[in-house]
């Protein structure tokens, strides 16, 4: 039933008051200062989306880098990632307008106190990506190669750390015209111009070279991707088609990991043991949907602070990229007021209550039990060592149950 509403029309100037008042109501928000402490990356095309998609019109007004990177800073988010054409119209991509453009972008993340993390190459939105990066036509493969060595000169002016790759286009819409492993081969020789690119730029600068992360998603932009995930990837990586793999790691994302079904923490664990968790975009969504890029722990938060449980206690200290899409309800001013300072905040939240999880006393003392095991039965007699363990094990629901008790704010009750 629909309840009457007694609140009286607001008027359209009221409106970003009302929005901002209510957001304080909510409380729980950090500082710029303590939210600059954390690898916390603001993407420029995330917050510069203006809520277009295939049945989108836009619902927000364009905005350049100069507004992304002064609001973020007034946030505290100190470190912006983008893609070359973000900020750089394609037919100016390697010319002089390049850099133009790009002392422009030092200038403002100078004077803003922000630094440039990651640099990636776009290489799924324009037409001349139609057949993916790594298409039959050799003039489509050396652009490709010329976009991605373009893409580490952008870096290393701007002082990034990482460069992410996300072959969006690298897949096809109808099986067979594709030859899948030569379309691979031809993928790993555009990773390997900018590896060696890389190292050369890193020995004329005397600097280190960049890390070099691939990003998985099942699908979309294309039907059928053909590094869909990224244990795909870290596949790919050991395979010997790259000429650097050591340079090579991933950037998993959580919603495209969850996308395709699987647990996110435990992609996350396969590739921290294999040495690969360089980068993580980080937001949330639904498995088995499209892209729906909703900010960090709105839908899943208490499968974040497991994921986080799990990157804490590996020491993980790469960047988090908050490569999510604040909602085509969102205004231009929501974006900056409403949709970042909470997806930050969330996280901040998150990523503490992770800590106070791993040094829970109930936690411990069952996580310490279980590892223990149970007394009295060696050997070869399963019935016996099943029962030796039988009543420890209820232990592995009490984990759980404590989990959710922490993310309430503990041992929460209602009077009744
Ligand atoms: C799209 C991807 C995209 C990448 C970006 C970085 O689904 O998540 O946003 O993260 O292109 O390479
Ligand atoms: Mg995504
Ligand atoms: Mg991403």
Request: glycine share 4%; hydrophobic share 50%.
């Given at each position: 039933m629909l309840v009457p509403t007694t609140m009286k029309p607001v008027p359209q100037n009221q409106q970003q008051s009302l929005v901002e008042r209510l957001t304080k109501a909510c409380g729980g928000s950090y500082s710029p200062e303590t939210r600059r402490k954390y690898f916390i990356t603001g993407p420029q095309w995330a917050a510069a989306y203006q809520g277009q998609a295939l049945f989108h019109a836009p619902t927000r007004a364009a905005i350049g880098y100069e507004d992304v990177i002064r609001e973020y800073a007034k946030i505290g988010i100190g470190y912006w990632s983008t893609h070359d054409t973000d900020v750089i119209p394609t037919a100016a991509l390697g010319k002089d307008g390049q850099h133009e453009i790009v002392a422009g972008i030092k200038k403002s993340l100078a004077e803003h106190g922000l630094k440039c993390s990651m640099v990636t190459t776009e290489?799924?939105?324009?037409?001349?990506?139609?057949?993916?990066?790594?298409?039959?036509s050799p003039n489509v493969r050396d652009y490709a190669a010329f976009r991605v060595k373009n893409t580490v000169d952008i870096g290393y002016e701007l002082g990034a750390e990482f460069a992410v790759y996300w072959p969006g286009s690298l897949g096809y819409y109808v099986q067979g015209a594709v030859e899948e492993t030569q379309t691979l081969k031809w993928y790993a020789e555009t990773l390997n111009a900018a590896c060696e690119h890389d190292i050369e730029m890193g020995r004329k600068h005397d600097r280190p070279t960049l890390k070099h992360c691939m990003e998985a998603k099942p699908f979309e932009p294309q039907a059928e991707i053909l590094l869909p995930t990224s244990d795909a990837m870290l596949a790919f990586i050991g395979s010997?088609?790259?000429?650097?793999?050591?340079m090579v790691g991933l950037n998993p994302e959580y919603l495209h990991e969850l996308m395709w079904g699987a647990a996110p923490r435990a992609v996350l664990a396969r590739a921290l043991l294999a040495g690969k968790l360089w980068h993580f975009d980080i937001n949330d969504g639904y498995r088995l949907k499209h892209d729906v890029d909703i900010a960090v722990g709105l839908v899943n938060p208490l499968d974040w602070l497991n994921v986080l449980m799990l990157l804490r206690s590996h020491g993980y200290n790469g960047p988090f990229n908050l490569d999510y899409k604040p909602p085509r309800t969102t205004s231009n001013h929501g974006v900056f007021a409403v949709s970042f300072p909470t997806a930050v905040d969330r996280f901040i939240t998150l990523w503490e209550m992770a800590g106070e999880a791993l040094a829970d006393p109930i936690i411990n003392e069952a996580s310490e039990a279980l590892k223990a095991g149970g007394e009295g039965a060696h050997g070869n007699d399963a019935d016996a060592i099943a029962a030796s363990n039988a009543e420890l094990l209820s232990l592995h629901e009490l984990i759980a149950h404590r989990l959710v008790q922490i993310l309430w704010g503990t041992g929460r009750t209602y009077s009744v």
């Open positions: 290489t799924f939105h324009h037409a001349v990506w139609a057949a993916s990066p790594a298409a039959e010997g088609l790259l000429t650097h793999p050591e």
